[in-house]
């Protein structure tokens, strides 16, 4: 079924895409999927299995997978390891949302305002690198001011706006999602009124989430002004998600898209989140939310697959007898660069034991879409899709078939990459065996 929806090679690629779709863009957060091709994946495998309640993303990022979830009146489950990941897809995913949001936006706007105090409300080293004096005062005058709001949602919703915020007026380039100050010259010639981009973004994001919510009052999954379904969001590392959701697992669908190698060379969605995690409470986030993730602009990367192996790793021998083509492409990796097998394998022996712990959560019989792109080592492509197909197989899983998505709205530039960018990803549809 799901290979003759795909006779269209753009079905599961979509050109035309809603930016605002299910509060997709309230932050520019790093690799998001498409919300309406997710939907399509989802719409396709409840065809086949009508009785599936729960959706889980071990890597949700945004959140958009939860969201895609909630269209189908599902209760949706998520962790990330990202503080940041996890406030926005709280925000996107609450089973109430404050209806006056945008007039209640206007009133931070207009505290903010009104405020003379000159304290800066961080403590972040190397500030002066990465705010004019200017934007850092406007910006402590809007986290004061969103402090004072009552109702942890919309503080939630504020906080992710200034997060945005945050993005646009700092002196970090937005072409990179690793951190990389503006020329001086640049930086000297910006004008920027944070109060005034925080008003313009509450404005569009609180639009955004009356449609979204519209939505699913008219698909019949808002009952009383709440979503009808559980949702719960949780800061975790995914090798560890059987220690922290045996109350709620296990869980009947998987949908994520996992990292594709270690955050550092790849995508690094921890210094795209240094900056906003400076200004945003981080009690509001989780409780158990930790501000050490902000020691350096590295910390949430390191702390990420393949950032620094821990107790839970596979062994390099298990992981390269589990997968005979990841054997064969790092045997054949080139000398330089010099780290690169290393980093490949410390990657995947974190991967490993992420998927037996996802596995661990997951019911039997149930199914998974993976969504994976191959990235490039010494300019050679992982065969990212091939090596999940055989780890998972390993593991008792059956690939029931691989999509091609083609990706044709790419945020970044191809300088964004250690390596030439991916113009597709695979989309892999697996089941769960027998353990």
């Known amino acids: 079924m799901l290979e003759a929806k795909g006779a269209d090679p753009d079905f599961w690629s979509s050109k035309d895409r809603d930016r605002s779709d299910s509060a997709h863009s309230i932050f520019q957060y790093p690799a998001m999927m498409v919300p309406i091709v997710q939907r399509r994946l989802m719409g396709a495998v409840l065809e086949v299995r009508p009785d599936i309640q729960s959706v889980y993303d071990p890597f949700m990022g945004s959140g958009t997978s939860l969201v895609s979830g909630m269209h189908y009146g599902l209760d949706v489950y998520g962790?990330?390891?990202?503080?940041?990941?996890?406030?926005?897809?709280?925000?996107?995913?609450?089973?109430?949302?404050?209806f006056t949001a945008e007039a209640v936006a206007e009133q931070v706007a207009a505290q903010a305002k009104a405020d003379r105090r000159q304290t800066i409300e961080t403590s972040m080293d190397n500030r002066e690198k990465w705010f004019q004096h200017d934007v850092a005062i406007e910006l402590s005058r809007l986290r004061r001011a969103i402090r004072k709001c009552t109702?942890?949602?919309?503080?939630?919703?504020?906080?992710v706006t200034l997060a945005e915020t945050v993005r646009l007026t700092s002196n970090d380039r937005t072409s990179t999602y690793?951190?990389?100050?503006?020329?001086?010259?640049?930086?000297?010639?910006?004008s920027l009124s944070p109060i005034s981009v925080f008003r313009d973004l509450a404005r569009a994001n609180a639009s955004s989430f009356s449609t979204f919510r519209r939505r699913l009052t008219d698909a019949n999954w808002i009952k009383s002004a709440q979503y009808v379904g559980q949702t719960d969001v949780r800061v975790g590392d995914t090798r560890q998600a059987l220690d922290y959701w045996g109350d709620a697992a296990p869980f009947d669908l998987l949908m994520t898209s996992p990292p594709y190698g270690d955050n550092l060379t790849t995508v690094t969605y921890g210094?795209?989140?240094?900056?906003?995690?400076?200004?945003?409470?981080?009690?509001d986030i989780d409780a158990t939310a930790d501000t050490a993730m902000l020691r350096t602009t590295q910390e949430i990367d390191r702390r990420s697959l393949g950032g620094a192996s821990g107790e839970r790793a596979w062994e390099e021998a298990k992981l390269l007898e589990a997968s005979p083509r990841l054997k064969r492409f790092a045997d054949g990796l080139p000398s330089k660069p010099d780290d690169g097998r290393s980093?490949?394998?410390?990657?995947?022996?974190?991967?490993?034991?992420?998927?037996?712990?996802?596995?661990?959560v997951m019911k039997l019989d149930s199914y998974m879409i993976w969504t994976v792109g191959n990235r490039s080592i010494a300019?050679?492509?992982?065969?990212?899709?091939?090596?999940?197909?055989?780890?998972?197989e390993g593991l008792n899983c059956k690939v029931i078939t691989t999509l091609t998505r083609r990706i044709h709205h790419k945020r970044m530039p191809d300088r964004n990459a250690s390596s030439a960018t991916m113009r597709e990803e695979k989309i892999l549809v697996v089941r769960k065996g027998e353990p």
């Open 379 to 392: 300019g050679q492509q992982v065969p990212t899709d091939l090596v999940l197909g055989e780890l998972l």
């Open 79 to 98: 962790n990330d390891i990202n503080p940041l990941a996890v406030l926005i897809s709280r925000v996107r995913t609450s089973r109430t949302v404050e």
């Open 151 to 159: 109702d942890l949602w919309m503080r939630r919703f504020l906080w």
């Open 343 to 360: 980093r490949l394998v410390r990657f995947y022996r974190d991967f490993g034991a992420s998927l037996d712990s996802i596995l661990g």
């Open 178 to 190: 690793k951190l990389h100050a503006r020329p001086a010259d640049v930086i000297a010639k910006r």
């Open 271 to 283: 210094q795209h989140s240094y900056l906003p995690l400076h200004w945003i409470d981080f009690q």
